[in-house]
């Protein structure tokens, strides 16, 4: 079998061994030709050698015909329709991995005359065409899984895919040993021999993705797409661009140099030399002499250059100071117009009080008043004398309670009689919604039109009386109204409508009644607001109709001995116990103390508001009330700016020290309106501010929270945050 295989190579050489006959003539047919530049197998159709399969007629074009074993004569399977004499087609294996053992088994199919070299050394080598012609192929590529493909992507001359027998490791009596030395570099750069040893993988058997079988023969026939490499699709891309393999040019005009002529005076032509001029040479001027020129001009031309800069520098800064003493003034008389206003409106609701915080206000004036008297007559009088002043002071400040209290008490009335006419003009409104277009609609039922009569009722019951004709009929039509229910309540009106009467006919005066009508106003109130008589009183009421409600949140004031809701009491963040409700301390605050906390309230207002608007969910500010910020101001920060050392109680606000973080009392600054716009602005308080500020505010965080940390309220806050002295 070797020297089958020796003798097979020695073919592919020597054009005149056997087998090779015509191979010469035979490339130069353009068949051939074609079919080797394809780089894959020659597949000729069976056709033109007469092989018919059964049922399937002749080979299509593009089947290349591969022999399986078969019907074997000889030793050697033989088409039916070729002669003995011919050669055979011997069958090319795919698996063929180029081994000596593959080509000696692949020629070893074939006898005598029949038997017809096939070589299939893989890596490069002259592949024989079945037919016999000498034909040169492209060497069989393996690929990963084992398939033998021609290479199509490679254009190679004929020499290139030689073997010859003369080299040991492309021969036939080569065998890949076991292992191999070889020589690498380590990390020291130096070489090294490593043995390498072979893993030999078994043949893949080639599974079956098209073609037929021959029935009579037993030959398979694959497709060529089997046998070889899917075609290289042009890509689409554009890969060379003529952007890239083309120069820009750039076109531009250019000044050249212009030519003039010169003459000069010669044997037949003269020229006028009155215009010509004699240059004397100066003094020469060494470098160091023209270098200290150039340098005076330029110490020159600096201070030229500086005096510009300076004046405008100067001219800036008396712009800048004018537009500052401009907006200052401006400032300044804005400031002084809002304290006037101020003053005025203080002034106002001394003199027309209205609400509880207009009488805090008159009574805090009050006891500065007496607290001042008190302080002359201390400092001037002595003995009886000054016992007398002090009575004499005592009798005017009784005066003046007296009228505080006589002013109160016409506002609660006016405040009633407005609280009456809302109520009975909510009773008396019609139902109403808004439908889908947007348009509102109200409808009046029943109850909304029984309501507005008994409002007018009660609206002619408190006018002022014009006749007594016109006084008879609105008790009239009251005590026909009254009549159709029969209760304790519409039997008294029914009893006073006839007192009243009965005063009218007999001419007594309207004073003498004035008492009477306001009972019968009372109690006309009442039978208003009776769900029973008036079915829309009901949704308007506070009072429900169970009582069993009202004993939820209801808590015992200890000064008036009432049972009050806990809307009635005023909780801080320091209390422990409900305490005394409202009104109680009200008074004793009118009585004793006599303090205005309206200032205070407008500081929590005002930093609530802020808050808000930085919308990073604080908290801390909607816990503290009235008293806290009273401490803070008071006794933290002494009342004055922590900036300017304003003390003017409606100029100042509370901002956050570090506004990154929520507003705390160990996180808060008190300052005017300009300065807390300026410290909104800076981002780091250190690098604005001085280190002896920064180290006073930090004392006065400290206080407040040391003194906030006993409150119950910031107790679970502080636990949460877990908020140290230390961290400040």
């Known amino acids: 079998m070797a020297d089958d295989a020796t003798h097979m190579l020695q073919s592919e050489e020597d054009p005149e061994a056997p087998g090779r006959e015509g191979g010469d003539e035979q490339l130069e047919q353009p068949e051939a030709q074609a079919q080797a530049q394809d780089g894959g197998f020659v597949a000729e159709p069976a056709g033109d050698h007469g092989h018919e399969a059964e049922g399937g007629g002749n080979l299509e074009n593009g089947d290349v015909e591969v022999a399986e074993p078969g019907p074997e004569e000889n030793g050697a399977p033989r088409l039916p329709s070729q002669p003995q004499q011919a050669q055979q087609d011997v069958p090319i294996d795919a698996t063929t991995d180029g081994s000596v053992e593959d080509v000696a088994a692949v020629s070893s199919n074939a006898t005598g005359s029949d038997r017809h070299p096939v070589s299939a050394v893989s890596g490069g080598g002259t592949q024989t065409s079945p037919r016999g012609h000498g034909q040169q192929f492209p060497p069989l590529d393996s690929d990963a899984d084992g398939w033998t493909h021609g290479s199509q992507d490679q254009d190679h001359s004929d020499s290139d895919y030689r073997t010859s027998a003369s080299n040991p490791h492309t021969g036939q009596g080569y065998r890949m040993p076991e292992q191999l030395k070889v020589k690498v570099q380590n990390e020291n750069g130096e070489e090294e021999e490593v043995v390498v040893t072979i893993e030999r993988l078994d043949k893949p058997q080639k599974t079956f993705i098209g073609g037929f079988r021959n029935k009579l023969t037993g030959v398979e026939y694959h497709h060529a797409c089997a046998q070889t490499r899917p075609i290289r699709r042009k890509s689409k891309v554009v890969q060379v661009s003529s952007e890239t393999q083309t120069v820009t040019q750039a076109h531009f005009n250019g000044q050249t140099r212009q030519d003039a002529a010169t003459q000069m005076p010669k044997i037949g032509y003269w020229m006028s030399n009155d215009r010509d001029k004699i240059l004397i040479p100066g003094r020469y001027q060494p470098a160091d002499e023209l270098f200290a020129i150039r340098l005076e001009a330029i110490l020159v031309i600096q201070r030229a250059f500086r005096r510009y800069k300076a004046r405008q520098y100067a001219l800036s800064l008396r ?201 019968i106003a009372v109690l006309f109130l009442q039978y208003v607001r009776n769900p029973e008589f008036n079915p829309r009183a009901d949704a308007c009421n506070k009072v429900p109709k169970d009582p069993k409600r009202l004993l939820h949140n209801v808590y015992y004031c200890p000064s008036c001995c009432h049972y009050l809701p806990s809307t009635e009491f005023e909780i801080n963040t320091t209390t422990k116990s409900v305490g005394r409700c409202k009104l109680c301390k009200k008074l004793d605050n009118d009585a004793r103390t006599r303090e205005d906390l309206a200032h205070y309230r407008y500081l929590l207002q005002e930093l609530r508001r802020r808050e808000l608007l930085h919308e990073d969910n604080a908290k801390v500010a909607f816990i503290v009330q009235v008293d806290d910020i009273r401490y803070l101001t008071d006794n933290i920060w002494k009342c004055k700016s922590a900036l300017s050392q304003e003390s003017d109680p409606f100029e100042l606000f509370f901002e956050r020290w570090d506004t990154s973080k929520e507003w705390t009392p160990w996180n808060c600054i008190l300052l005017t309106k300009e300065e807390a716009s300026d410290h909104r602005s800076a981002t780091n308080v250190n690098d604005v501010y001085g280190v002896g500020l920064c180290q006073s505010v930090r004392k006065l965080h400290i206080e407040a929270l040391a003194h906030f940390r006993s409150v119950p309220g910031f107790a679970g806050y502080l636990a949460k945050n877990k908020v140290k002295i230390g961290q400040l």
């Not at 302080?375 to 009228?403: F, H, M, N, W």
């Not at 006749?467 to 109204?481: I, M, S």
């Not at 209760?487 to 007999?506: F, G, H, V």
């Open 319 to 519: 712009k800048n100071k004018e537009a500052y003493d401009l907006w200052n003034k401006e400032n300044a008389e804005k400031r002084g117009q809002e304290r006037q206003d101020r003053v005025r409106r203080e002034y106002e609701r001394r003199m027309q009080p209205k609400t509880k915080a207009d009488f805090d206000n008159l009574y805090a004036a009050l006891e500065k008043w007496r607290v001042k008297h008190v302080d002359d007559i201390d400092s001037t009088l002595g003995g009886p004398d000054r016992k007398v002043a002090l009575y004499g002071l005592l009798e005017k400040e009784a005066q003046l309670v007296a009228a505080i209290g006589r002013h109160k008490i016409n506002i609660q009335e006016e405040k009633e009689k407005e609280r009456i006419a809302k109520y009975l003009e909510e009773t008396a409104q019609p139902k109403s919604w808004t439908s889908y277009n947007g348009k509102k609609t109200e409808m009046d039922t029943d109850a909304t039109v029984r309501a507005r009569q008994l409002k007018e009722m009660y609206e002619q019951l408190t006018a002022p009386i014009e006749t007594y004709n016109q006084r008879l009929e609105v008790l009239l039509l009251v005590k026909c109204t009254v009549k159709e229910h029969d209760c304790k309540l519409t039997r008294e009106i029914l009893e006073q409508i006839a007192r009243e009467t009965e005063c009218i006919s007999r001419g007594m005066k309207a004073s003498m009644m004035e008492g009477m009508r306001k009972r």
